[in-house]
């Protein structure tokens, strides 16, 4: 057995749930957030599922009713092992130590480059995108000459008026 990676009994023990020591913290960190960190966890869940795939395939009948009977434990399994994803994970990085938070690590990476690529083309010279910055005109509106902003006429105040 490696320091930097767990043996086959640790790994069994890892993925039941058993806290590794701190010094596998990195391989911990590169399994949950690392590339096909989510094949890893799908392969991982549809394990057990395969003796009982196996055992459904024996049972008398047509291939149809096989694959049937296959296919209804199969779909649900898929969709509640995407659905519990990131719950399972942040699990294992709070059962070793870590922090949960780097589970959303890939997503604020992979929204961070798709920001800087759209910036790059589409923003080149950085502008000021608060909400209600209003452009000025260039010179004060007067009552010859009112301003127009975004199609309204903005009429100077008049101070006899109030």
Aim: charged share 20%; proline share 12%.
């Amino acid at each position: 057995m490696s320091a930097t990676r767990p043996g086959p009994l640790q790994r069994i023990g890892y993925l039941l749930g058993r806290r590794l020591p701190p010094e596998m913290s990195d391989w911990v960190r590169k399994d949950i957030t690392g590339r096909g960190h989510v094949v890893r966890y799908l392969l991982r869940g549809f394990i057990p599922f395969l003796p009982i795939a196996i055992g459904l395939c024996f049972v008398p009948g047509s291939w149809m009713v096989r694959a049937g009977m296959i296919l209804l434990l199969a779909i649900p399994l898929l969709y509640f092992q995407l659905a519990l994803m990131n719950i399972y994970r942040r699990h294992l990085l709070r059962n070793n130590g870590l922090d949960p938070k780097l589970a959303d690590k890939v997503t604020i990476v992979r929204l961070s480059e798709a920001e800087a690529l759209y910036r790059s083309q589409h923003r080149p010279q950085e502008v000021s995108m608060a909400p209600y910055d209003v452009p000025q005109p260039a010179t004060p509106p007067t009552p010859q000459n009112p301003a127009v902003i975004d199609s309204v006429i903005v009429e100077p105040k008049d101070p006899e008026q109030h």
